[in-house]
């Protein structure tokens, strides 16, 4: 009896260390939480920056550099500081799509239903989730990075937004690329598939004169750091937390920014504790909430269209088109099921020993961003800027409830769109036109003057119909590809969803594939736009190149909301740019 219950205390013993083994490693190089309480706020500081996400952590760094100014960063969400377990949803690639579930990581934002576009979503209504952390969306995205192309950023310039053509960005893009850890997106995990895809496309474009011009494919990049994810909080924040400049509180909503004589004078918040409070900014407040909630809370301040403002009660400080050019990238993912070993899966995530290689030494499969891994340019009637990026999505299987919720696209929707993906060892990717020059354009105006209710987001996906057109030749591309040698050589036979909307059309004919994009066609989660930046001749402008809100004094909003089009790809990088930039113009106006 006495030998069994040592026997079971040394079982539990030992249970208990590897239980603390494995805690350690999941948690190793946690940084100190140095985040403050509202009892140790100052009354006033140089600058307030309302938003910790992308372009609010590079705000924050950069500003507290110089010991002179004084510093506060106001959160919504929390930080991964606060939880071993939090810590580890963020920083482990794969777990991507289960961030974007989580309420306390990120905002559940969905679109009105939609007249033109979501046919197979729940309520024709398609999700966005937003980042509601340190780090922001930075720190639940698919880590993609890249930097757009160069007529981006000389057509923002030759829009009005001066001092933004490319030559005058690319520094900044340099800036950025000194502090985020940029590594190829595939390994020898899936680099058979990547290779493969890029060599179909290439095949593709030359076999279709059309696009043998202006094509070409590439490997894609990530933001990550030893099998971790990179985000802005760990690369520009955590470095700076122990100024004594700079005070950080987390959980407290921007309610309002407070407006005297068109002056921004300070913010006021509420904490989840139901704390109340205003701090005042001695120079400038700095608005880094992100496409959604920075109008929402331009809007909640009184700037913003007279007219809408007025119906709400509001009192108006600045008649300004806020919320307006709203755009988004769109794509339709198309299911291509192999029979080679070379994408992810569930089977191959849940082995023993991928779980251990990640635990021990963040090596694997675990350690892969999975998602978008090679990407194609397609430009069809453009010299200047590319129409179509075609990506290649290296998922086989996964919980695929996930991508069904995260999407909002209805169950029963699809399991047509990717039957095969419900299998946890089902080989496949997804080869996915996305449309990067949208014509449609949207808007997001306040449901209530209640700061807690989301606002009202209504992109109007798809509402010119040369949105649909592009997505069905990528389509056309998409089908190219899988018979080409490359990838008939893994097995590639490509799945066309059959809903029931779409069944009257003629199949493989352009009302078929028309119809298809109107029922699927998804949202890449890049929306921009709603603060837009340019001259003050412009009368669809918000801000003013030095994103300065026009009509009002000491404020500045710097996210992506102030793109005034979509860049080339992802938006990541840009919105980096955007805040390394525009802390170098607050910093240069300290000195004058």
Known sequence: MMAKLWIAAFTAINLALVGVFIAIILTRELPPALLNTVEQLDKEYDYVIVGGGTAGCVLASRLSEDPTLTVLL????????????????????????VLMLLPHLTWQYKTVSQTEAAMAFNNKQISLPAGKTLGGTSATNYMLYNRGIAADYNSWAAGGATGWAYSDVKPYFNKVEEVVSVVPASSKYFQKLT??????????????QKYSRYSRFSQMHVDAVQGERWHAASGYLYAAMHRKNLHILTHALATKITIDKKRATGVSYETEKEERGTVKARKEVLVSTGTIRSPALLMLSGIGPQQHLKSLGIEVHADLPVGNNLQDHVFLPVRVQLNTSVSFTETKAKKALEILKYLLFRKGVLSEAIGMSAVGSIKLAREDRPELYMYLLNIGSYKTQMYQIVSGISEEAWRKFAPGVYDPSEEGCFIAPALMQPRSRGNITLASTDPFQFPV??????????DVDTLVEGIKIAIAMTEMKPLQELGATVHIPEYSGCSHHPPKSNAMYSCLVRHGAMSLYHYIGTCKMGGIEDAASVVNPELRVHGIAGLRVVDASIMPDLPTGNTMGPTLMIAEKAAAIILRDVKD
């Open 457 to 466: 987001i209504n992109p109007r996906y798809l509402n010119d119909k040369h």
């Open 195 to 208: 290779d493969s895809f890029m060599q179909a496309g290439v095949a593709v474009v030359k076999a279709i």
């Open 74 to 97: 106001l959160e919504a969400g929390g930080s991964e500081l606060e939880s071993y377990f939090t810590r580890w949803l963020i920083r482990l690639p794969a777990l991507t799509p």
